[in-house]
């Protein structure tokens, strides 16, 4: 079936100066209705029944079209926010910059967007000094909310009225070229909204597709646009960024077009000084993030926020340590490294506290002796900080075989824990393992959170 659609857009270009779209119509495209959230349907049909145009967009369409299974669908319609809300009870409106639609329907929640006019025309857009769109609600028609969106491949529309999908930005073709290509001057697009930039790089990693030249070309150079992002939107974009199932390769892109550094500037820092552990690291935790995700295991923001920030705070570490005690080192090392990280994306407290802990008990896992590694045991955060250990094994830092100690202690019975725990005053100190930071640390002091 797809190959029938492929075949059938390399016969049929719209002209480039029309407003007519390339219409494939049902016996040319593989999208069945069976595919799509009966939620979504329904939303439609209703709007239609109400006199509106409703059409499924983005990336429900997209990944449709590409065999793939969609995330979520969205829905673009002629109706205002406005009228969606009295359309259906279960209908909030969000957002500020661009007013959306929340449709709840069972449990799921579609995203309702009303067609986006020219934002040169309204009286309801503000721009930034920097061209930055900061509020732009001009309605508008199927044409104009064409081009207002932001890559070809994710402005096809499908209709339920004769099955067929629309394309008036040539998608279908870069669908076919595995093209992320950017709608209009892409410089200009990513002034009005530098999170296309990061879009640009999710999209690409996920959908394994190459960036198009020109789409490419000025993301390194216009990255540091980021910084007028919201620190609350960033943090969203960052959960889409590495709890996606590519965050290993959107980690890679991301270095690539220099927009790691805007993000995550201290261990941008780390990793450009030759901290080849720390790059090892964050690695590692994107890869195994990945898997977990294919494996439908849960994934915390904690344990990415840790990796991620573990290169800035060995390297911040390092620095204060040449000036005050090791314990005292690392607290003021990671309260730096998060107050400076939350300049740049927000972090809530259910996942920044556990994100301390998960560091908190890196310095506290090599001290096993007495009742210590009973009580270690038992911590809330115990898991995810051994699993954090055996990453940073994994990524080339030489604990000494702590992860295998702690992993033989867990499988251990009683009489077996004591004598794993007696052994260890047997050791001489030579062979405790090296750290790169404080020595032990007072283990309570260091447990709190800030
Ligand atoms: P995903 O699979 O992540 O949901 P998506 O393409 O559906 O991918 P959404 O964030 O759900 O992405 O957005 C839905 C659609 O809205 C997009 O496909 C795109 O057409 C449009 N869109 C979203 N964000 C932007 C933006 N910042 N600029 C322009 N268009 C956007
Ligand atoms: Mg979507």
Same mark, same amino acid.
């Given at each position: 079936?797809?190959?029938?659609?492929?075949?059938?857009?390399?016969?049929? *270009?719209? +002209?480039?100066?029309?407003?007519?779209?390339?219409?494939?119509?049902?016996? *040319?495209?593989?999208?069945?209705?069976?595919?799509?959230?009966?939620?979504?349907?329904?939303?439609?049909?209703?709007?239609?029944?109400?006199?509106?145009?409703?059409?499924?967009?983005?990336?429900?369409?997209?990944?449709?079209?590409?065999?793939?299974?969609?995330?979520?669908?969205?829905?673009?319609?002629?109706?205002?926010?406005?009228?969606?809300?009295?359309?259906?009870?279960?209908?909030?409106?969000?957002?500020?910059?661009?007013?959306?639609?929340?449709?709840?329907?069972?449990?799921?929640?579609?995203?309702?967007?009303?067609?986006?006019?020219?934002?040169?025309?309204?009286?309801?857009?503000?721009?930034?000094?920097?061209?930055?769109?900061?509020?732009?609600?001009?309605?508008?028609?199927?044409?104009?909310?064409?081009?207002?969106?932001?890559?070809?491949?994710?402005?096809?529309?499908?209709?339920?009225?004769?099955?067929?999908?629309?394309?008036?930005?040539?998608?279908?073709?870069?669908?076919?070229?595995?093209?992320?290509?950017?709608?209009?001057?892409?410089?200009?697009? =990513?002034?009005?909204?530098?999170?296309?930039?990061?879009?640009?790089?999710?999209?690409?990693?996920?959908?394994?597709?190459?960036?198009?030249?020109?789409?490419?070309?000025?993301?390194?150079?216009?990255?540091?646009?980021?910084?007028?992002?919201?620190?609350?939107?960033?943090?969203?974009?960052?959960?889409?960024?590495?709890?996606?199932?590519?965050?290993?390769?959107?980690?890679?892109?991301?270095?690539?077009?220099?927009?790691?550094?805007?993000?995550?500037?201290?261990?941008?820092?780390?990793?450009?000084?030759?901290?080849?552990?720390?790059?090892?690291?964050?690695?590692?935790?994107?890869?195994?993030?990945?898997?977990?995700?294919?494996?439908?295991?849960?994934?915390?923001?904690?344990?990415? =926020?840790?990796?991620?920030?573990?290169?800035?705070?060995?390297?911040?570490?390092?620095?204060?340590?040449?000036?005050?005690?090791?314990?005292?080192? =690392?607290?003021?090392?990671?309260?730096?490294?998060?107050?400076? *990280?939350?300049?740049?994306?927000?972090?809530?407290?259910?996942?920044?506290?556990?994100?301390?802990?998960? !560091?908190?008990? *890196?310095?506290?896992?090599?001290?096993?002796?007495?009742?210590?590694?009973?009580?270690?045991?038992?911590?809330?955060?115990?898991?995810?900080?051994?699993?954090?250990?055996?990453?940073?094994?994994?990524?080339?830092?030489?604990?000494?075989?702590?992860?295998? !100690? !702690?992993?033989?202690?867990?499988?251990?019975?009683?009489?077996?824990?004591?004598?794993?725990?007696?052994?260890?005053?047997?050791?001489? +100190?030579?062979?405790?393992?090296?750290?790169?930071?404080?020595?032990?640390?007072?283990?309570?002091?260091?447990?709190?959170?800030?």
């Amino acid at each position: 079936m797809l190959k029938r659609f492929f075949n059938f857009i390399s016969s049929h *270009q719209p +002209s480039k100066q029309s407003n007519l779209p390339l219409v494939i119509p049902r016996d *040319q495209h593989n999208i069945s209705r069976k595919n799509i959230s009966p939620a979504a349907i329904k939303i439609i049909k209703q709007l239609d029944d109400a006199g509106f145009k409703a059409y499924l967009v983005g990336g429900g369409v997209r990944d449709l079209l590409l065999g793939n299974h969609p995330k979520d669908f969205d829905v673009a319609t002629s109706a205002t926010p406005e009228e969606v809300k009295r359309i259906f009870r279960g209908a909030r409106i969000i957002g500020r910059r661009f007013q959306i639609v929340h449709v709840r329907i069972g449990r799921e929640i579609i995203e309702v967007t009303t067609f986006r006019g020219h934002h040169d025309e309204g009286p309801t857009t503000t721009r930034s000094d920097e061209g930055m769109l900061l509020r732009d609600n001009v309605y508008g028609s199927i044409e104009t909310d064409a081009v207002r969106r932001d890559f070809s491949v994710n402005a096809l529309y499908y209709t339920l009225k004769d099955f067929s999908v629309l394309d008036y930005c040539n998608g279908l073709e870069d669908l076919k070229q595995r093209t992320l290509r950017m709608i209009g001057d892409p410089a200009t697009r =990513y002034k009005e909204d530098p999170v296309r930039m990061l879009r640009a790089v999710r999209f690409a990693a996920k959908l394994g597709f190459k960036i198009e030249v020109n789409t490419a070309k000025p993301i390194s150079e216009m990255s540091s646009l980021l910084a007028n992002i919201s620190e609350a939107r960033l943090f969203e974009e960052v959960l889409k960024l590495f709890l996606s199932g590519s965050a290993t390769a959107t980690f890679h892109l991301m270095r690539e077009y220099d927009l790691f550094k805007q993000l995550f500037p201290g261990s941008d820092a780390a990793l450009k000084a030759g901290d080849s552990l720390g790059a090892a690291l964050i690695e590692q935790s994107m890869i195994n993030t990945d898997k977990r995700l294919r494996a439908e295991k849960t994934v915390t923001p904690a344990f990415i =926020y840790a990796a991620i920030l573990w290169p800035a705070l060995q390297k911040e570490q390092q620095l204060l340590s040449a000036k005050i005690p090791p314990q005292a080192a =690392y607290l003021q090392a990671a309260q730096n490294v998060i107050s400076q *990280q939350l300049t740049r994306t927000s972090i809530p407290k259910r996942f920044l506290i556990p994100m301390r802990e998960i !560091w908190d008990l *890196q310095h506290r896992l090599p001290s096993r002796q007495g009742l210590r590694a009973l009580r270690l045991l038992d911590h809330a955060r115990f898991r995810a900080a051994y699993d954090f250990l055996l990453m940073r094994e994994d990524s080339g830092e030489d604990l000494q075989g702590l992860g295998s !100690w !702690w992993t033989a202690f867990q499988k251990a019975n009683d009489d077996e824990r004591e004598q794993m725990v007696e052994n260890l005053g047997k050791q001489n +100190s030579s062979s405790k393992p090296r750290r790169r930071g404080p020595r032990k640390p007072k283990s309570d002091s260091i447990s709190k959170t800030e």
